[in-house]
């Protein structure tokens, strides 16, 4: 795993070492997701939710977001975003948040946060990416013009629209999906 354009492109990436149920995103699936959301983040706030490695939020500051936050909640993923955030020198533009996303995007919504990006990579088997399209929508986290990207099972739908939240585009990479979600 390495970071793919910017600041910091070809600097490689802490990964996981065991069967945590960390799963990184594919270097040519996040090449992707760049190529879909644009190639360069100038300015952005960022929220990469289930970050794991951190690697979708760091690409993103790697390409001119000005601050990314990275929620998780296990212990590895929290230590690899940490550890990752600091190889690459991000410290003053990453927040790591060792919490689970709930509670973390409850606590982004009562602080009147917004995000011009907002990633979403949670556990397959989760089956999360209803709960998630109604929470960023509900709790105003996705900043007018924003983009949530979620990633997930090419078996699970990911409905057409959600609140105010409409699907603009997905695309599907072996067994993993990416729907691209923007205010309706």
Same mark, same amino acid.
Not at 53 to 67: F, N, Y
Not at 98 to 127: I, K, N, Q
């Given at each position: 795993?390495?970071?793919?354009?910017?600041?910091?492109?070809?600097?490689?990436?802490?990964?996981?070492?065991g069967?945590?149920?960390?799963?990184?995103?594919?270097?040519?699936?996040?090449?992707?997701?760049f190529?879909?959301?644009?190639?360069?983040?100038?300015?952005?706030?960022v929220?990469?939710?289930?970050?794991?490695?951190?690697?979708?939020g760091?690409?993103?500051?790697?390409?001119?977001?000005?601050?990314? %936050?990275?929620?998780?909640?296990? *212990?590895?993923? %929290?230590?690899?975003?940490?550890?990752?955030?600091?190889a690459?020198?991000?410290?003053d533009?990453?927040?790591?948040?060792?919490?689970?996303?709930?509670?973390?995007?409850?606590?982004?919504? *009562?602080?009147? *946060?917004?995000?011009?990006? %907002?990633?979403?990579?949670?556990?397959?088997?989760?089956?999360?990416?209803?709960?998630?399209?109604?929470?960023?929508? *509900?709790?105003?986290?996705?900043?007018?013009?924003?983009?949530?990207?979620?990633?997930?099972?090419?078996?699970?739908?990911?409905?057409?629209?959600?609140?105010?939240?409409?699907?603009?585009?997905?695309?599907?990479?072996?067994?993993?999906? %990416?729907?691209?979600?923007?205010?309706?």
């Amino acid at each position: 795993m390495r970071i793919i354009a910017g600041s910091a492109r070809g600097r490689p990436l802490k990964g996981p070492k065991g069967a945590d149920p960390i799963r990184p995103t594919a270097d040519r699936v996040r090449e992707t997701i760049f190529n879909l959301l644009g190639q360069w983040m100038d300015g952005l706030a960022v929220l990469d939710l289930y970050a794991g490695t951190g690697a979708l939020g760091l690409e993103a500051v790697s390409r001119g977001a000005r601050q990314a %936050v990275l929620v998780d909640q296990h *212990r590895e993923a %929290v230590a690899l975003c940490r550890a990752n955030t600091e190889a690459l020198g991000f410290g003053d533009r990453v927040e790591v948040v060792a919490t689970p996303v709930d509670r973390a995007l409850a606590r982004l919504g *009562r602080e009147g *946060r917004a995000f011009d990006l %907002v990633f979403a990579d949670p556990p397959y088997a989760a089956r999360a990416v209803p709960a998630i399209l109604e929470q960023v929508d *509900r709790l105003g986290l996705l900043a007018p013009g924003g983009r949530l990207c979620v990633e997930h099972d090419k078996r699970e739908e990911a409905a057409d629209s959600s609140g105010g939240l409409a699907r603009d585009d997905q695309r599907t990479f072996g067994d993993t999906r %990416v729907s691209l979600y923007a205010r309706a």
